[in-house]
């Protein structure tokens, strides 16, 4: 049975910082682009990072471009997002999620992605 598992959500002030990681089980995912999404308050799910999967290329969005950074430890089967400078536009609940398709290049969308965890909430107090 596949596991994604996030961690280190939380509340933080404006200008901090924090980290999150993503820990997959039950199958390896070392040939698929790892991302995360996530979900503000009364808004749609939203694109936010992926990683392919020999971390050659990563994308991100404009919102958080030069903020974030996503990187991925295929031995661990683990993806991290290092979140600086937050914002109170960054609340959210962020989701890891797995593209289902192998050896994939290109910035994935939701439809994409195979598998899901269940989210952690971010809160950036102003």
């Known amino acids: 049975q596949v596991q994604l598992v996030e961690s280190g959500g939380g509340l933080v002030q404006a200008g901090g910082s924090l980290r ?3 820990a997959a089980s039950g199958r390896t995912f070392s ?4 991302g995360w999404f996530r979900q503000g308050p009364g808004k749609e799910r939203e694109f936010v ?8 290329r990563t994308y991100t969005s404009d919102s958080v471009k030069g903020r974030f950074t996503i990187s991925r ?7 991290y997002l290092q979140m600086n400078s937050l914002k109170p536009e ?3 609940v962020y989701y890891c999620a797995v593209e289902g398709q192998a050896y994939g ?7 994409d992605m195979r598998y899901w965890g269940k989210g952690t909430l971010v809160t950036v107090s102003s």
Not at 73 to 79: A, F, L, P
């Open 20 to 22: 999150l990681s993503c």
């Open 31 to 34: 040939m698929n682009t790892m």
């Open 49 to 56: 990072a992926a990683i392919i999967w020999n971390g050659g």
């Open 73 to 79: 430890d295929n031995g661990k089967n683990t993806v």
């Open 90 to 92: 960054d609340t959210a």
């Open 105 to 111: 290049s290109s910035r994935p969308g939701p439809h």
